[in-house]
């Protein structure tokens, strides 16, 4: 019988970085395991609407039964939890924050947000046994992360069985230099968590049942 797929999402690099920790850690776990799952990585460019085709793609092709995408979210402390993905896409970070954001819905007479499915309070509890900081967010902005958190959470809308969400990654420590003033987490640090929280969504997966339908997302 074959084992569940968790999908992991990273981005390319953007904003004149030379990489990116969300996909630096992401890469670390193609054709990884975690618990009884199986680890599916995809890179995703820092586009708006490129990235909302990409993840729909990656959920047909793959037919995950959890998503977690990850991010950078430079000026943060800790690994970030998203609770909330907003109906609004910016396609300039720079506009993201404060009130400064405008844009154009991701899916046009979609919902105005959706909420998380992943086991939120258990993976903070889990990271942060291990010594990494973590902690729930309720703002994934308005830029291609949360465009690719609300697209995941809008594809799977009518799968409940399916756990999606976003966690969003500090820089990391070989980017600290031009960034003097923002905190920062290595990589080692940074895949633990993850590693984590991939541990604790493939506790609450079940297997899939065979059968000769295929899955719709």
Same mark, same amino acid.
């Given at each position: 019988m074959a084992s569940p797929?968790?999908l992991?999402?990273?981005?390319?690099p953007?904003?004149?970085?030379?990489?990116?920790p969300?996909w630096?850690v992401?890469?670390?776990?193609?054709e990884a395991?975690a618990?009884?799952a199986d680890?599916? !990585? $995809? /890179?995703?460019?820092?586009n708006?609407?490129?990235?909302?085709?990409? @993840?729909?793609a990656?959920l047909t092709?793959?037919?995950p039964a959890?998503?977690?995408?990850?991010?950078?979210a430079?000026g943060?402390?800790a690994?970030?939890?998203?609770?909330?993905?907003i109906?609004?896409?910016?396609?300039r970070?720079?506009?993201e924050?404060?009130?400064?954001?405008e844009?154009r819905? !991701? $899916? /046009?007479?979609?919902?105005?947000a959706?909420?998380a499915?992943?086991? @939120?309070?258990?993976?903070?509890?889990a990271?942060?046994?291990?010594g990494?900081p973590a902690a729930m967010?309720?703002?994934?902005?308005?830029y291609?992360?949360?465009?690719?958190?609300?697209?995941?959470?809008?594809?799977v809308?009518?799968?409940?069985?399916v756990l999606?969400?976003f966690?969003?990654l500090?820089?990391?420590a070989?980017?600290?230099t031009g960034?003097p003033s923002?905190p920062?987490?290595?990589?080692?640090?940074?895949t633990?968590?993850?590693e984590t929280?991939?541990?604790?969504?493939a506790?609450?997966?079940k297997?899939?049942?065979?059968t000769?339908?295929?899955?719709?997302f």
């Amino acid at each position: 019988m074959a084992s569940p797929i968790i999908l992991l999402t990273g981005f390319e690099p953007f904003g004149g970085e030379s990489s990116n920790p969300s996909w630096e850690v992401a890469s670390r776990f193609a054709e990884a395991k975690a618990g009884g799952a199986d680890v599916r !990585i $995809v /890179r995703l460019p820092v586009n708006c609407k490129r990235a909302a085709s990409e @993840i729909k793609a990656a959920l047909t092709r793959v037919k995950p039964a959890a998503v977690i995408g990850l991010g950078q979210a430079g000026g943060r402390t800790a690994l970030s939890i998203e609770k909330v993905a907003i109906n609004l896409a910016d396609e300039r970070a720079d506009r993201e924050t404060g009130e400064r954001a405008e844009g154009r819905a !991701i $899916v /046009r007479g979609g919902p105005d947000a959706y909420f998380a499915r992943l086991p @939120i309070a258990s993976i903070i509890d889990a990271i942060t046994q291990r010594g990494i900081p973590a902690a729930m967010s309720l703002s994934a902005g308005a830029y291609v992360c949360n465009t690719v958190m609300y697209m995941t959470l809008h594809q799977v809308r009518r799968r409940p069985d399916v756990l999606a969400g976003f966690i969003h990654l500090p820089f990391d420590a070989a980017q600290a230099t031009g960034h003097p003033s923002h905190p920062s987490m290595s990589l080692e640090l940074m895949t633990a968590g993850v590693e984590t929280a991939l541990a604790e969504v493939a506790k609450r997966l079940k297997r899939p049942k065979k059968t000769s339908l295929s899955v719709q997302f």
